[in-house]
């Protein structure tokens, strides 16, 4: 078994990481000072990348930043929406569902304020309406769906008595304005929780409160009186492979993070580090994630031990595991966003296509003129280009702007995961590739290389809206199909249509669908009552999860992660 400070190296989210190590264990991002001075001045702002990426990490820095910083200006607040979509099944039942969401939003963003006064070893104003304790009560309430009890009492907030409460505790600390920090925001919410949200974004933000978000590309879903570009300005973080700092940032995180012996075993075999570099696809979790397989346990009675093995095969084996990983993040969404089930399975057979096109494309080809990227000719349907919303979202494809090509027309330009042209064979086309051929193909790309496809090409010979139908939920009394979304009634047995919750269905998978071992899932069955991912968030004290053999505090409160990570 791992030491406590070896656990710590592999926690994948940075919000579970202890401060000392969070401070200790980053490294500088290429563009850090650039996008942490935008996420400290005034002005909303949007900090988007797929999972792992990094945003959290850069939210959490310019929090650290502006905490210690005796001459800013700003108050920062640092806010986590993980739990929001608990909150969704109130949209099916309750009809004050807004309300309700709102008061969320604002309990929580006094929970954040009274948790800096804490940082700060400073005591609430007086004058403060409501204390901790309350709040937290209030907020755990609404997770629970208990606005009964929550309606009894007289604490009730709006957007201004929010900026009266924040005002009081600026002149305490003496700063002129507040910066809110929205982790895990917006895509964690359900449509209308997302849409509720945006129109509390636009509205919360004013001369003395700078709202910042974190969301996802490709699913975030905006109220209609919000617009990107105008109230607020975006910040993608997701870094780009192709970009000089690439590397040498990467390095500098590893060499902080891992133990000196394990980082002079890695650097030993510059080339297959920098090939499981490239693999990761510029998300920090990723390498993390492949780090760590090469972690061997020796530990016997007396002493815990590890060696790392890393070599040829091993790193190959963690490029097919990251790629798979990231594959069942893409296909997460056929649960997380029913009515696109069937938009998520054939865009899994286009991207399987995608991958073919370019093996062809690469075949015979020098290794410095293999093409890493597909271009899709406009017009792109609607309906694909929702799909490639979804690849982004779970970093299948990094989007690299248009290039135009005259009378062939405009395209759009799509970077495939590394770890799929590697995994899949899709660079030079042959049977074996030496590492050196791999890194050198991925290292000197030519910018001019790509792959022109056709969108009717990806589908095949059917329409798009026979490829890409709705998934609506059929009659719980017939089974027969509803013939829209918006429908009350069945068309057939005349039952009342009742609208389903993302977050029931999402809750009640098993928990296999957890990035956990079969033997681990054994385990926790045999020797608990849990079987679905809501049995692990209803066991707050982790009671059930510790009785499981080889499941401490360290694992209990990692798989804990692992499911609000799941319904987030």
């Not at 990426?53 to 930043?65: C, D, F, I, M, V």
């Not at 900026?163 to 917006?186: P, T, Y």
């Amino acid at each position: 078994m791992a030491t406590a400070t070896q656990q710590n190296l592999f926690v994948e989210q940075a919000e579970y990481l202890e401060p000392e190590w969070f401070e200790a264990w980053t490294a500088e991002h290429p563009d850090e000072e650039a996008i942490l001075r935008k996420l400290s001045q005034s002005g909303a702002k949007l900090v988007t990348g797929p999972r792992g990426s990094g945003k959290t990490t850069l939210l959490l820095k310019a929090y650290y930043r502006m905490l210690r910083d005796s001459h800013s200006a700003a108050l920062p607040v640092y806010v986590n929406f993980k739990s929001s979509l608990k909150l969704e099944p109130l949209y099916k039942s309750n009809a004050n569902a807004v309300y309700w969401f709102n008061q969320w939003l604002l309990l929580k963003i006094y929970q954040g304020v009274l948790s800096t006064l804490a940082e700060l070893s400073l005591a609430a104003p007086s004058t403060l309406r409501f204390s901790k304790p309350d709040v937290d009560r209030l907020t755990g309430q609404l997770e629970l769906g208990q606005t009964e009890l929550a309606s009894t009492s007289s604490m009730e907030l709006d957007i201004s008595s929010l900026e009266e409460e924040v005002h009081k505790v600026l002149e305490v600390v003496g700063k002129s304005r507040c910066v809110l920090l929205l982790d895990d925001a917006a895509h964690a919410f359900s449509a209308e929780q997302q849409r509720d949200f945006f129109d509390f974004f636009r509205q919360v933000k004013s001369r003395s409160i700078s709202p910042k978000a974190a969301i996802y590309p490709g699913v975030t879903i905006y109220s209609s009186t919000f617009h990107v570009g105008h109230d607020a300005e975006e910040i993608d973080v997701w870094l780009k492979p192709q970009s000089s700092g690439y590397i040498p940032f990467l390095m500098a995180m590893l060499e902080r993070r891992l133990p000196p012996e394990v980082f002079q075993t890695l650097t030993a075999d510059m080339e297959l580090l920098k090939l499981v570099c490239y693999a990761s696809f510029g998300m920090p979790r990723a390498l993390l994630n492949m780090i760590r397989n090469f972690y061997r346990d020796t530990s016997g009675e007396q002493a815990e031990s590890y060696e790392i093995v890393f070599n040829r095969p091993a790193a190959l084996k963690a490029v097919k595991e990251v790629f798979d990983n990231t594959l069942s993040v893409y296909r997460s969404l056929q649960v997380k966003l029913p009515l696109y089930a069937q938009f998520v399975v054939t865009g899994e057979q286009l991207y399987m296509r995608a991958l073919e096109s370019v093996k062809a494309y690469n075949k015979e080809k020098l290794v410095d003129r293999q093409s890493v990227t597909i271009a899709i000719q406009r017009p792109i349907p609607s309906e694909l280009t929702k799909v490639l919303g979804f690849f982004q979202y779970s970093g299948l494809l990094m989007p690299r702007g248009e290039v135009s090509r005259g009378e062939k027309g405009v395209f759009e330009l799509y970077a495939i995961h590394y770890a799929a042209l590697i995994e899949r064979n899709v660079l030079l086309g042959k049977r074996s590739v030496n590492i050196s051929e791999y890194v050198e193909a991925l290292e000197r790309r030519h910018p001019h290389e790509f792959t022109r496809v056709n969108p009717r090409t990806l589908v095949g010979t059917r329409d798009f809206s026979d490829a890409f139908p709705l998934s609506l939920p059929p009659c719980q009394v017939c089974r027969t199909p509803r013939v829209s979304e918006a429908a009350k009634f069945c068309l057939n047995c005349g039952a009342q249509l009742k609208s389903v919750s993302a977050f029931d269905s999402i809750v009640g998978r098993g928990i296999e669908e957890l990035p956990l071992t079969s033997t681990r899932v054994q385990k926790i069955k045999q020797h608990s009552k849990i079987r679905t991912i809501k049995d692990i968030l209803m066991d707050h004290d982790n009671r059930e999860l510790r009785s499981v053999p080889r499941v401490g505090p360290y694992w209990a409160k990692r798989i804990f992660a692992y499911a609000e990570e799941f319904i987030a």
